[in-house]
């Protein structure tokens, strides 16, 4: 018989890290956060199929260049005029890829399963936002980048889509590939606010 491999999460031998330096930081929280269905949606903003989809996920797509808005168990991320990055915390990647692709492609729209294509880290507190602006070029206090705002941008040298849930609450999506790096990246800059 072959070998059985398990599947591990991207940024599971950062975990014990990120949890000491929860613990010894105050105003501080990093988390590796579990993983999650993810669907690119592709369709027109402005025909039916865009109204019918945000029925169907109980909210409306959002129009505005980086935003995001909640559905009941995820986000519905702005990432283009005609994309966006539907997010759902209980259904299986199949399932959510699925039932929207049968119902964007009743509107020459489409729906693609890119749940291995990223993975999330969380940041709150009161230096979350302070610990991102040593390596990304944005103005994120919560003035201008406030809860509901999005961005794709560097942190460090990691391309990253930054949502702001709210004033002391970040998450950070990256590509898998380049989850160690961003996890190294957070770790030594945290540095800062050690004891």
């Known amino acids: 018989m ?7 999460h991207p940024l599971e ?3 014990p890290a990120l949890a000491e330096l929860t613990s010894a930081v105050d105003g501080l929280v990093v988390q590796a956060e579990d993983e999650i269905a993810a669907v ?4 027109d903003p402005a025909g039916p199929g865009a109204a019918a989809l ?3 996920l109980g909210a409306a797509l959002p129009v505005e260049p980086n935003t995001w808005t909640h559905t009941a168990d995820g986000q519905i991320i702005w990432l283009g005029p005609d994309e ?3 997010t759902s915390a209980r259904s299986l990647p199949h399932e959510l890829e699925h039932d929207l692709g049968w119902a964007a492609s009743a509107y ?14 969380r940041l709150r507190g009161s230096l979350a936002r302070e610990l991102l602006s040593f390596g990304c070029s944005l103005d994120l206090r919560p003035s201008v980048f406030s809860a509901g705002s999005s961005a794709q941008t560097l ?3 990691a391309g990253v889509l930054i949502l702001a849930l709210g004033e002391e609450d970040l998450r950070l999506f990256v590509r898998p590939s380049f989850a160690g790096y961003l996890a190294e990246w957070l770790l030594d800059a945290a540095e800062e606010f050690r004891p």
């Not at 072959?2 to 591990?8: E, F, K, N, Q, V």
């Not at 690119?40 to 369709?43: K, S, T």
């Open 2 to 8: 072959g070998d059985i491999l398990y599947r591990a």
């Open 108 to 121: 020459d729209g489409a729906a693609v399963d890119v749940s291995a294509q990223r993975t999330s880290i």
């Open 13 to 15: 031998a950062w975990k």
């Open 84 to 86: 966006w990055l539907v």
């Open 40 to 43: 690119d949606l592709r369709i």
């Open 54 to 56: 945000g029925r169907m």
């Open 155 to 157: 942190v460090g040298r």
